[in-house]
């Protein structure tokens, strides 16, 4: 239940693991959102993304009752019936064959309580390991390079660090986008201290490339080349800390051996296809510098060698002994706001809670006496791509999904798609009913979402935090905690039956201390001293970093002792053969496809989606592409591209952001069957894995790219939602008070089916003009002198500007000015298009940047804010108005 209405609440933002503290007032329409100042992950800073939360709280798209979904009919019904429904469903499905028949797809964006309830649930009482988690597709190569090397999944430093390094290298991490505060961060600390260096390896130049010293444009899949690479560069020039890894590491011989390969500059730079002189620069300023953090992301995660890229980078850092102090370390960047609380109760399928070992009998046991539970799981469940493998050929009978959309986020999706189809038992347990995945629940569960939900999340530098709700529950929506517990309850299992999150939290923290003295079952996750708080004292939880001490106090750094958690203490180093990615680009595909992240949208879209200040951004899917391979393709920038693989395809407009290298292509991951026709990028994405972690291959599968042909480019602004079933290829943003459909036909569309599509009735007020001869054709729909629709298309991608059509869906009567030049679709005395939004805070265009830029001369982002707003309140935008400065 969400928690009483109070003025201001103190809580944590639900995006990416920097986890920056807010505070919410709620209001009449929604609430007040600002950063917190005394959050230490944070300190007041909110990116775009979190600033516009406000926009996202309405309760439009929510589902707010359970609903069955019988013979494709969904009706909505009470929580009992669903309840019902769902424990007699799995009970039968276990009875008949077994516990492995069923399970649960979870997700980083649960609170740590609803985690540690589904695996409980799972792994002690249904007695199967078959739950795993959307962490699977981001930080599972972590986890598992942070074993192998540690011992334990541990990330040994903080955010300070990035502070106090004098080099910060950024791997397969676009902070500007992905990790915006921190990011603001570090670019703070240079600018305080220029002699700082910033180093950014990504196959693509991204916003983050502007605050770098030196990007290294790698071939995609080849880090493991470079940073082996660099581990014999540091052995040969006496880099290395001898007395450190004498004292606190194992297996260095092996590791060299196998990076002495890569002990020619020429030959890694050829493979990793960068330039030599930039690769030796790389390597000096990493050898001369004691402080270094190495910071990595999807771009090292999501690869067929993930978990070896993880670490060649962290036996870079063993062998200098750059670990457990300040400023150096090897740090893992978490993308959701939980992945490391899902990991501190062992939300994959491959672990055990508590950061105890599924494999290990000794700690089964334990958990098992700790739950009191009938059962422990005794092996590894299935990983998420199996798993959906499972489900599809019917050996996984039901499956219950919770606050992930894998039809849109999973590799191979549509193969995910046909495994819900043919599953007997899919439950869906989302805020919203209407995403790719709940249309193919049987049963769906309506959750609290951010705002009215109330527990812990834990951010990338192990930072606990409260999440508090300041609104009250919509609907009959109910935490996912509690959802899980009445389910479990009626399957007649004990111990579920919590008075509320604070008795959860107190459970697991109390788990963490059990057994965990030394000799019995030590590890380094351990939060008992929190155990033991009342409703109240869980209520007023200070933010705080674990490991935390009996006594109450966190931990900024590990290993500061050089302790690692392995039996003898020590850290190992890894020995890494460098593998190329396993389908390579041929005649037939030849561009290598990366997918990520765009600045101002959050995965599915199906919270950021609701916000208009969002959608100026990137109003559309698009394919990045060198304009070198998009000759050879036959596709012109602007026009619309089929992009396939052996998997799927989907469209999107070619785009020419000039970071992107011959040979390969990017798209956006956003898009999903709710806000296109034809985008869901995930279709196209090959479902290789990691081996050893299980991560999927998101950033290479071979692409073909060719002329998606339309016979006319348009677009629509309605109030309204419409039925566009019948075009070649739509796509759809939301502006203020309209929706904003960008459309590419086939069939000739004449004024008459525009009036039919926008739902003109005979009398309405009706406005339009066309030019058969030229193939254009622009209308609009008033009702009661107020624009209800507009529609304009042309045979050329050579549409105006939607920004001031888009304005005037604000006024309530249209004025008789704007009605003469509406149908030129832009006001007559209002000077230029502003272009694509950069700055979504102040709406400020492309266009008017530059201007401003060349009319008054400004050298300096500071300039540009000054001048015309952009930049000035969250600071997102700042990278890419440098890039612009850069440009002229
Ligand atoms: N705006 C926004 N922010 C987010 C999210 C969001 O949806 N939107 N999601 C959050 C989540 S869950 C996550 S996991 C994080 C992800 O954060 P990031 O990992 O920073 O984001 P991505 O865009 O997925 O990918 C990062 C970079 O990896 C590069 N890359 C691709 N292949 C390779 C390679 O072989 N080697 C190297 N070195 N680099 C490569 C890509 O070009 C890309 O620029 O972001 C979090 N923050
Ligand atoms: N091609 C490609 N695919 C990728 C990636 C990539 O880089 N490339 N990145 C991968 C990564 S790193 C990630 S993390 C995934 C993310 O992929 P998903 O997890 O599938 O994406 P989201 O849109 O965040 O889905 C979260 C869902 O949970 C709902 N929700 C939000 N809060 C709650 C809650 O409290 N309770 C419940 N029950 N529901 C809630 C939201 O409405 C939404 O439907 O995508 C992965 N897929
Ligand atoms: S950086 Fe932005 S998205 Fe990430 S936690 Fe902070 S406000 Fe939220
Ligand atoms: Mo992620």
Not at 286 to 310: E, I, L, R, Y
Not at 744 to 758: H, I, T
Request: hydrophobic share 40%; aromatic share 6%; proline share 6%.
């Amino acid at each position: 239940m969400g928690a009483p209405i109070v003025a201001t609440v103190r809580t944590t933002c639900p995006y990416c693991g920097v986890g920056c503290g807010i505070r919410a007032t709620p209001t009449a329409d929604g609430a007040l959102i600002e950063g917190d100042p005394e959050h230490v992950a944070s300190r007041g800073r909110l990116c775009v993304k979190g600033s516009a939360l406000g926009e996202t709280l309405g309760l439009e798209g929510r589902l707010l009752s359970a609903g069955i979904r019988e013979n494709g009919q969904l009706r909505s019904t009470t929580w009992e019936e669903a309840l019902d429904k769902v424990a007699s469903g799995f009970a039968s499905i276990i009875a008949e064959h077994g516990p492995d028949a069923v399970a649960m797809y979870v997700s980083g964006q649960l609170l740590t309580e609803d985690y540690y309830v589904a695996n409980k649930f799972m792994k002690g009482y249904v007695g199967s390991a078959n739950i795993d988690t959307n962490s699977r597709l981001c930080m599972s190569s972590a986890v598992a390079g942070h074993k192998r090397a540690f011992g334990e999944d541990l990330v040994p430093g903080c955010y300070e660090d990035f502070e106090e390094a004098d080099l910060v290298v950024l791997v397969g991490a676009n902070m500007a986008w992905c990790h915006p505060t921190l990011f603001q961060r570090i670019a703070k600390a240079k600018e305080a201290r220029p002699a700082m260096r910033i180093v950014a390896i990504d196959p693509r130049r991204t916003a983050t490339c502007e605050l770098a010293d030196l990007h290294l444009p790698l071939k995609a899949g080849t880090d493991v080349w470079l940073f082996n690479g660099l581990l014999s560069y540091l052995a040969r020039t006496g880099a290395a800390d001898d007395e450190f890894v004498a004292a606190h590491t194992n297996s260095l011989e092996a590791a060299l051996l196998e990076a002495d390969r890569c002990d020619s500059i020429e030959f890694v730079a050829r493979t990793c296809g960068v330039d030599p002189l930039q690769l030796v620069e790389f390597y000096e300023m990493f050898a001369a510098t004691t402080k270094v953090v190495t910071a990595f992301s999807q771009g090292v995660n999501q690869s067929s060698s993930g978990t070896d890229k993880v670490n060649s980078i962290i036996n870079c850092h063993l062998l200098t002994g750059r670990i457990g102090k300040p400023g150096m370390g090897p740090f893992s960047l978490t993308g959701q706001p939980n992945a490391m609380g899902g990991r501190e109760v062992g939300g994959l399928a491959n672990m055990l809670a508590s950061h105890l070992e599924l494999e290990q009998p000794l700690h089964r046991e334990a958990v098992r006496g700790f739950w009191d539970a009938p059962r422990i799981a005794d092996k590894p469940g299935l990983k998420a791509v199996d798993l959906f493998r499972a489900i599809e050929e019917g050996k996984v009978k039901a499956v219950w999904i919770m606050a992930t959309n894998p039809v849109v986020s999973l590799p191979d999706a549509d193969q995910v798609k046909r495994a819900l189809q043919r599953c007997e038992l899919v439950v869906v347990s989302d805020m919203s009913g209407d995403t790719d995945t709940a249309t193919l629940g049987h049963v769906l569960l309506p959750a609290l979402g951010w705002g009215e939900k109330d527990g812990t999340v834990t951010n990338s530098e192990r930072c606990i935090s409260r999440q508090r709700g300041f609104l009250p529950a919509p609907g009959e929506a109910r935490s996912d905690w509690q959802a899980i517990c009445q389910v479990a309850q009626r399957m007649g299992f004990q111990g579920f039956d919590y008075a509320g999150v604070h008795q959860i939290f107190d459970e697991h923290a109390r788990l963490s201390g059990w057994r965990n003295e030394a000799g019995a079952l030590p590890r380094a996750f351990r939060i008992d001293g929190l155990a033991g708080m009342d409703r109240p004292a869980y209520d007023a939880l200070a933010p705080l970093q674990w490991p935390v001490a009996p006594a109450g106090a966190g931990t900024p750094r590990l290993f500061a002792d050089g302790r690692f958690a392995h039996a003898d203490g020590k850290a190992r180093f890894i020995p890494t053969a460098p593998r190329a990615p396993i389908h390579a680009p041929s005649s037939e595909f030849p561009l290598a496809l990366n997918t990520g992240r765009l600045r101002d949208q959050w995965h599915t879209m199906t919270r950021t989606g609701k916000s208009p200040r969002l959608a100026g951004h990137a109003p559309e899917p698009f394919v990045d592409l060198h304009p070198h391979d998009a000759l050879l393709s036959g596709v012109r920038e602007g026009e619309l591209a089929r992009v396939s693989s052996r998997w799927g395809a989907i469209v999107a407009r070619v785009a020419h952001s000039g970071g992107i290298a011959r040979g390969a292509a990017f798209v956006p991951i956003h898009w999903n069957g709710q806000t296109a026709s034809d985008a869901r990028v995930g279709a196209v994405v090959n479902p290789v894995v990691d081996p050893v972690s299980g991560e999927p291959e998101f950033k290479h599968t071979p692409v073909r790219v060719e002329p998606f042909g339309v016979a006319w480019h348009g677009f629509i602004l309605s109030r309204e939602e419409l039925d566009l079933e019948r075009i070649a290829n739509w796509t759809r943003v939301r502006g203020a008070g309209f929706l904003r459909y960008e459309l590419g036909g086939r069939d000739a569309l004449s004024p008459e089916r525009a009036r039919e599509l926008l739902g003109a009735a005979e009398d309405a007020d009706w406005i339009e003009v066309e030019d058969r001869a030229e193939g254009m054709l622009r209308c609009a729909l008033l009702v009661d002198g107020r624009l209800q629709a507009c529609l304009f298309l042309s045979r050329r991608p050579d549409l105006p500007a939607r920004t001031w059509l888009g304005g005037l869906f604000a006024q309530d009567e249209l004025s008789s000015r704007d009605r003469a030049t509406l149908l030129a679709g832009r006001a007559p005395l209002l000077g230029a298009d502003p272009g694509p939004i950069v700055c979504s805070c102040f709406g400020v265009g492309r266009n008017t940047i530059c201007k401003a830029i060349a009319d008054h001369g400004l050298r300096d982002a500071a300039g540009v804010t000054a001048c015309v707003r952009a930049g000035g309140n969250c600071g997102s935008c700042l990278p890419e108005i440098r890039q612009m400065l850069a440009a002229r």
